[in-house]
C-alpha cells in the first residue's frame, strides 16, 4: 500500500476510536490509555508518518475493546 492510502487510513481510524471512546466511561483507565495513544496517533499523522500513526490508532482501538 503506498503512502497516500496510508495517509486517508489514519483519520479514519482515529475517528473510530474518537468515537469508540464517546460512548465509554471517559474516567475508565482504558479511555485514557486510548485518549494517548490516538493524541500520538494525530501527531504522527500530522508529521507525515502514517504507517506509525496507524499502529497507534489501531492500538488505541484495541485498548478499548
Same mark, same amino acid.
Given at each position: *500500500?503506498?503512502?497516500p492510502a496510508y495517509a486517508f487510513k489514519c483519520p479514519?481510524?482515529?475517528r473510530q476510536a474518537n468515537e469508540q471512546m464517546a460512548k465509554m466511561d471517559q474516567n475508565s483507565?482504558? *479511555?485514557k490509555k486510548a485518549?494517548?495513544?490516538v493524541e500520538e496517533a494525530d501527531k504522527l499523522h500530522k508529521a507525515?508518518?502514517?504507517p506509525e500513526s496507524i499502529k497507534?490508532?489501531?492500538e488505541a482501538l484495541d485498548t478499548l475493546k
Open positions: *500500500v503506498g503512502a479514519s481510524l482515529i483507565d482504558k *479511555v485518549k494517548t495513544l507525515g508518518n502514517h497507534k490508532a489501531e
